[in-house]
């Protein structure tokens, strides 16, 4: 329904476990609920300062083999972001 589309949060889940971080994906977009992924980014890391973020635009992948990760563009724009909290400043 409508109101389901726009009363949602996200949920954390263990995935795979080789990647020490929180994934938000699309996040060059806004949810179905009007707020842009970047910002809730920014809510998720607030709430867990010391987990890193890593947002993954829609048309982008995220690559990992073993120890190195790399961003895998499908509209050559597209690419991944590691956000990460900064205690001196409080800022993203």
Same mark, same amino acid.
């Given at each position: 329904?409508?109101?389901? &589309?726009? #009363?949602? #949060?996200?949920? +954390?889940? %263990?995935? &795979? ?8 994906? =699309?996040?060059? +977009?806004?949810?179905?609920? !009007?707020? !842009? ?7 998720? &890391?607030?709430? %867990? ?12 992948? &995220? ?9 895998? %563009? !499908? #509209?050559? +724009?597209?690419?991944? =972001?590691?956000?990460?909290?900064? #205690? ?5």
């Amino acid at each position: 329904s409508e109101e389901e &589309l726009e #009363d949602w #949060d996200y949920t +954390k889940i %263990s995935a &795979l476990g080789f990647v020490d971080a929180v994934c938000i994906p =699309h996040f060059d +977009k806004a949810g179905t609920n !009007g707020v !842009g992924r970047e910002e809730d980014a920014e809510r998720i &890391l607030q709430e %867990s300062p010391t987990t890193p973020a890593i947002g993954v635009d829609e048309n982008a992948a &995220l690559v990992v083999v073993g120890n190195e990760a790399l961003a895998v %563009s !499908g #509209d050559g +724009k597209a690419t991944c =972001h590691v956000i990460v909290y900064c #205690d001196e400043t409080g800022e993203m």
